[in-house]
């Protein structure tokens, strides 16, 4: 399956160089010069999800949207600065368990993720055909590849051995803690019930963070991107911190779709976004009925594993 790419940087503009002259294009240059074409070959995304309804609708009236409305609902009231300080400290122990990337990519053919509108196929479906998507259309770069197949590897955290923690303290978009709620907050209205909103620190944009601190200085809620974010950091991957900052951020929409909390950005997670608004458009356009070959491609993704990972991790 091969997805097209929007421009995601507005007003994004560069002077390019053609030999005798001049012209202006809204192609995005990435670091090392990579250019991101107006339009990729290939087909136009798909209009509806893998339920015959447009992406990401929050408001449609099915019996799957009551099941992910109450996900947020629990997700909003119960995931406050306190409660992700404290998973953080116990999950970076990463003590449940030691196996490969691979053996965990087979771990979540058990998992569905019950905040998705778009898809109930186990995960694995998921992981790669957005893996196969990007590197038809980027064979060069590898570790994009890598870094969708296992960019929500996290979801672990729902079976037994991780904890087996519930669905709201797992999957889900993320936001951050510490600040106000932006309206842009899927299912904003439940964060009234929320113990953060009776924190007076806590209710202004900036709230406890000053203005273009690094996302790496502002706590996000808890869920998988965090969580396989300490996995491959702490066990060492090779991976470009663009991939890591996929991994990590992947499910942070408030930002990457609707600009929110930019100002808490820093140089370094400008130049990163660019990468994960690309990564965006595989990861929610290829959740469809079409399945991948998995023992074809399993010898290519086992290399890259082997490229960027350790044998055995800590999880």
């Known amino acids: 399956m091969t997805v097209c790419i929007e421009q995601s940087i507005p007003d994004a503009q560069v002077v390019v160089e053609d030999k005798n002259h001049i012209h202006e294009t809204n192609e995005l240059i990435l670091d090392g010069e990579f250019v991101v074409p107006d339009t990729v070959v290939g087909s136009d995304p798909p209009e509806v999800n893998a339920f015959g309804h447009t992406f990401r609708d929050y408001d449609v009236e099915t019996e799957r949207q009551k099941q992910v409305e109450e996900c947020y609902r629990m997700n909003h009231i119960h995931q406050t600065y306190e409660y992700v300080k404290k998973m953080r400290d116990e999950y970076k122990k990463l003590d449940k368990v030691e196996m490969s990337i691979w053996e965990c990519c087979e771990l979540l053919n058990e998992v569905v993720d019950e905040s998705d509108p778009d898809l109930d196929e186990p995960q694995i479906e998921h992981l790669l055909q957005s893996a196969e998507a990007i590197r038809k259309d980027y064979p060069n770069e590898d570790w994009l590849h890598l870094t969708a197949l296992i ?122 976004l660019k990468w994960l608004q690309i990564f965006n458009k595989y990861d929610l356009y290829s959740k469809s009925k079409s399945r991948v070959d998995v023992e074809k491609v399993k010898p290519y993704y086992l290399s890259l594993i082997n490229k960027y990972f350790p044998e055995k991790l800590r999880w």
Request: aromatic share 12%; glycine share 10%; with cysteine.
């Open 151 to 272: 960019h929500d590897l996290g979801k672990v955290l729902l079976l037994p051995k991780f904890g087996e923690l519930p669905q709201w303290a797992v999957v889900g978009d993320t936001h951050p803690l510490g600040c106000a709620f932006d309206e842009s907050i899927v299912h904003h209205k439940f964060f009234k019930d929320n113990p953060d909103m009776n924190n007076p620190a806590y209710q202004t944009k900036n709230g406890i963070y000053t203005e273009g601190c690094g996302l790496e200085n502002v706590m996000i809620s808890w869920g998988h991107d965090d969580y396989m974010y300490l996995v491959a950091k702490e066990n060492g991957t090779t991976l470009p911190e663009a991939g890591l900052f996929i991994i990590r951020y992947h499910s942070f929409y408030p930002l990457h779709r609707s600009g929110a909390y930019k100002h808490l950005m820093n140089k370094e997670d400008t130049e990163n």
